[in-house]
């Protein structure tokens, strides 16, 4: 059975950082593409940043420069280093397996993130 599960969360002021980790079991982790989605309250979910089984990564421009997707193979874990966080960055912030082939996608449960002073 496939797990994510994400931690790191919480509350932290604007201009702080908080690092999100999300550990993968019941699953070959290397190969698969990862990806950090969020959604506000009222908002679609929308992509963060996304990284390959080979490293390459892409971003939402709203997080361009602030936000940096990695993934530690050997842990299966994928990370995301948000800094110079803003209050519109709060939302819930979910992990996900990529579909890949005919392998369906896998979600985290999510772990907050509020932005406010």
């Known amino acids: 059975q496939v797990q994510l599960v994400e931690s790191g969360g919480g509350l932290v002021q604007p201009g702080g950082s908080l690092r999100l980790s999300c550990v993968v079991s019941?699953?070959?982790?290397?190969?698969?593409?990862m990806g950090w989605y969020r959604q506000a309250p009222g908002k679609q979910r929308e992509l963060v940043a996304r990284?390959?089984?080979?490293?390459?990564?892409n971003y939402a421009d709203s997080v361009m420069g602030r936000f940096a997707i990695s993934r530690d193979n050997a842990k299966n874990t994928v990370y995301l280093q948000m800094n110079s966080l803003k209050p519109e960055d709060t939302a819930g912030y979910y992990c996900?397996?990529?579909?890949?082939?005919?392998?369906?996608?896998?979600w985290g449960q999510g772990t907050q993130v509020t932005v406010s002073s």
């Open positions: 996900k397996r990529e579909r890949r082939g005919l392998d369906t996608d896998y």
């Open positions: 019941g699953s070959i982790f290397s190969i698969y593409t």
């Open positions: 990284i390959t089984s080979g490293g390459s990564t």
